[in-house]
């Protein structure tokens, strides 16, 4: 009798796919993911591991253009399980392709909000991400680590210049805490010109981190952008 309600259920309110938002077939193998989106993922290419000398080293694991709408209502029409789902595939993708780096490192840490910003939404995206990955790659995730000391302005449609002016100075490592030696993973949602993560790694390696590298939900194009850093001594080369 409940297998006959859960079927009628299903029927009735039928679950769609996390990208496309057409209804999934009852048993779909895939969870989550409607058939013709299971056939065409919509991973980066793997040439979106930075690795040269003096650039942001990390990786995006979706396309943007893909997933923005899935990223949209994850984080602001209350759709908090399409964080987790996200971050399952993001985990499976760090798996798959054996990214070390990520597999082997010590602490994941999300890019904090504002916390006005989060109390308003209810949660951190990034945390959201972090947490599930860390229950599969099974590498301990600190939202606690890393602060956002003040207010920003949106990065949306700011230049280049423009973004790294609005994040200078808005990170800091919370008192007691300390990454001394560790080597680090930065979670986030978006990664677009990495002026986020730049400042984010100029406060960890300041604070002792051995190595810095991001995991990113998604970039724009085919390629995840490199950012050249202009302090060289703030930022670890890959190389050492």
């Not at 840490?109 to 308003?120: A, F, G, H, Q």
Request: charged residues 30%; neutral net charge.
């Amino acid at each position: 009798m409940i297998m006959l309600i859960d079927y009628l259920f299903e029927l009735i309110f039928p679950e769609c796919c996390i990208f496309c938002g057409r209804p999934l077939k009852i048993h779909c193998e895939k969870t989550h993911i409607c058939e013709a989106c299971a056939k065409k993922m919509p991973y980066l290419g793997q040439d979106t591991y930075n690795d040269e000398h003096g650039k942001i080293r990390g990786i995006s694991v979706f396309r943007y253009d893909a997933v923005k709408d899935s990223i949209f209502r994850f984080k602001y029409d209350g759709y908090k399980n399409y964080g987790i789902i996200l971050g399952k595939y993001m985990a499976q993708y760090v798996i798959e392709n054996s990214i070390d780096d990520i597999l082997k490192a010590d602490i994941l840490i999300p890019v904090p909000l504002w916390r006005k910003k989060e109390k308003e939404r209810g949660f951190n995206q990034s945390a959201v991400l972090a947490e599930t990955i860390s229950d599969i790659v099974k590498v301990p995730w600190d939202s606690d680590i890393l602060l956002r000391n003040r207010k920003t302005v949106p990065q949306k449609g700011l230049s280049r210049g423009r973004r790294k002016d609005n994040l200078r100075g808005a990170f800091s490592i919370r008192n007691g805490k300390s990454v001394v030696n560790k080597k680090v993973v930065l979670i986030d949602d978006i990664y677009t010109t990495g002026s986020t993560i730049y400042e984010c790694s100029k406060i960890l390696y300041g604070a002792g981190a051995d190595d810095v590298v991001y995991l990113a939900l998604s970039a724009p194009g085919t390629e995840a952008f490199e950012v050249e850093f202009e302090e060289e001594n703030t930022i670890k080369s890959f190389d050492e």
